[in-house]
T-cell receptor, first 111, second 111 residues
Framework: EAGVTQFPSHSVIEKGQTVTLRCDPI?????LYWYRRVMGKEIKFLLH????????ESGMPNNRFLAERTGGTYSTLKVQPAELEDSGVYFC?????????FGPGTRLTVT | GQSLEQPSEVTAVEGAIVQINCTYQ??????LSWYQQHDGGAPTFLSY????GLEETGRFSSFLSRSDSYGYLLLQELQMKDSASYFC????????????FGAGTRLFVKA
C-alpha cells in the first residue's frame, strides 16, 4: 500500500512569490490534515478535510493560505504571496481512525 | 488556550529505560497520541490512549491519566536507533478531529 506522498520535497522561493504544495493521501482515507513545523517548534495544525469538506481550518495563519481538496482525493495548499515567516516544513497526514499517517513533508524556504 | 508541555531534551544510555512526560491543557479531549520523528523524516505513529491506563507495544508503552491531564511514553531497552524526536499530541473535538502537537522531546541515546 502506497503511503502519503507530497510534492515537491523542497521549494525555495522569493518573498512575494506563489507556491503550491500537493499532498496525495493514502487511498480510501477520508481525513486529510495539513501541518507546519517551523525549526525546533511544535508541529502546528493548519486544517482538516473530511473528503472534500473543510472540517476545521482554525490553524490557517491568514488569508494568504488556501487549501483545497477537490473530489476528496489529493489536496493542495497554496501560499500567495509568500512571506519570510512562512518558511518551514509542511506535512500532510491522512487517516481513517486515530492513527495519522504522515507524508515526508515539503521543506519551504522563503528568501 | 490549548497547550501541551513536554521536556525539550532527554539523554539516556543504550539499554536503559526512559520516560517522556506530557501534560496537556485543551478545550476538549478524545485521546493522547505519541509520534516519533527522525531527523529529516516524517512523524510516525507510536501509540494512542483514549482511556486511562497503560498500553504496551513491544519496547514502547504509553500511559494516560485523564484526571491529571497527563501521559507519558516509556521506552525500554533503548537502542541507538531510538534517537529521535518524540511528540505527544492531543486529539480534540473542533469540527472534526483536530490534533494539537507538543513541541517535541529530543531523545539522545548514548553508547
Amino acid at each position: 500500500e502506497a503511503g502519503v506522498t507530497q510534492f515537491p520535497s523542497h521549494s525555495v522561493i522569493e518573498k512575494g512569490q506563489t507556491v503550491t504544495l500537493r499532498c496525495d493521501p493514502i487511498s480510501g482515507h477520508d481525513n486529510l490534515y495539513w501541518y507546519r513545523r517551523v525549526m525546533g517548534k511544535e508541529i502546528k495544525f493548519l486544517l482538516h478535510f473530511v473528503k472534500e469538506s473543510k472540517q476545521d481550518e482554525s490553524g490557517m495563519p491568514n488569508n494568504r493560505f488556501l487549501a483545497e481538496r477537490t473530489g476528496g482525493t489529493y489536496s493542495t495548499l497554496k501560499v500567495q504571496p509568500a512571506e519570510l515567516e512562512d518558511s518551514g516544513v509542511y506535512f500532510c497526514a491522512s487517516s481513517q481512525g486515530s492513527e495519522q499517517y504522515f507524508g515526508p513533508g515539503t521543506r519551504l524556504t522563503v528568501t | 488556550g490549548q497547550s501541551l508541555e513536554q521536556p525539550s531534551e532527554v539523554t539516556a544510555v543504550e539499554g536503559a529505560i526512559v520516560q517522556i512526560n506530557c501534560t496537556y491543557q485543551t478545550s476538549g479531549f478524545y485521546g493522547l497520541s505519541w509520534y516519533q520523528q527522525h531527523d529529516g523524516g516524517a512523524p510516525t505513529f507510536l501509540s494512542y490512549n483514549a482511556l486511562d491506563g497503560l498500553e504496551e507495544t513491544g519496547r514502547f508503552s504509553s500511559f494516560l491519566s485523564r484526571s491529571d491531564s497527563y501521559g507519558y511514553l516509556l521506552l525500554q531497552e533503548l537502542q541507538m536507533k531510538d534517537s529521535a524526536s518524540y511528540f505527544c499530541a492531543v486529539r480534540s473535538p473542533g469540527g472534526g478531529f483536530k490534533t494539537i502537537f507538543g513541541a517535541g522531546t529530543r531523545l539522545f541515546v548514548k553508547a
